[in-house]
């Protein structure tokens, strides 16, 4: 059986499957399969947001720095989610932080590319944004949780379990 082409991953994917043939098409002439290892960072927040990924296997951690506390995780996604937002709306660079958290398999995108090509077929870029629109308002979500778990334990979880005295 001959390998996966892109687009026969777009295809497959849940975030764009659904998609017309010709969109699919044209996505795909701007995406690449990749494999990353655990540890390996995508992205430092800050950092400019020049590809994205959708996610076919394995797991990533979204993570921010935090004066005091370091690096804290805010999410983690899953297999059959997108990764990055930020190659959107200028100036282009990323919100958060990105780590394999688990090997992953991903089609990896030109953003630069995928932003002409939404700019060229105005249905397309809008169907694009509105999805990627769902998947900020899903982070923004997971990052207000956090941040609430952050702030009612500032000194960890393990603190609450400790009785007053």
């Given amino acids: 059986m001959p390998p996966l082409t892109v687009f ?38 800050g950092a400019p947001a020049n590809t994205f990924w959708l996610l076919t296997s394995g797991a990533i951690a979204l993570d921010f720095q935090v004066p005091g506390r370091g690096s804290i995780v805010i999410e983690r996604l899953e297999s ?56 900020l308002a899903d982070r923004l979500t997971a990052s207000r949780v956090r941040l609430v778990e952050l702030y009612a334990y500032p000194a960890g979880p393990e603190q609450a379990e400790r009785p007053v005295t």
Avoid at 86 to 93: E, G, T, V
């Fill in 8 to 45: 026969d991953r777009l295809a497959l994917h849940p975030f764009v499957g659904d998609l017309p043939t010709n969109w699919l098409q044209k996505l795909a002439s701007f995406g690449r399969p990749t494999l990353r290892h655990p540890g390996h960072r995508l992205f430092h927040e």
């Fill in 80 to 135: 059959g989610a997108p990764v990055g937002w930020s190659w959107l709306l200028p100036p282009y660079r990323w919100s958060v932080g990105a780590v394999v958290a688990d090997e992953c398999h991903a089609i990896e995108f030109d953003a630069p590319q995928v932003r002409r090509l939404m700019a060229e077929d105005a249905d397309l870029g809008r169907e694009l944004a509105m999805r990627f629109v769902g998947v």
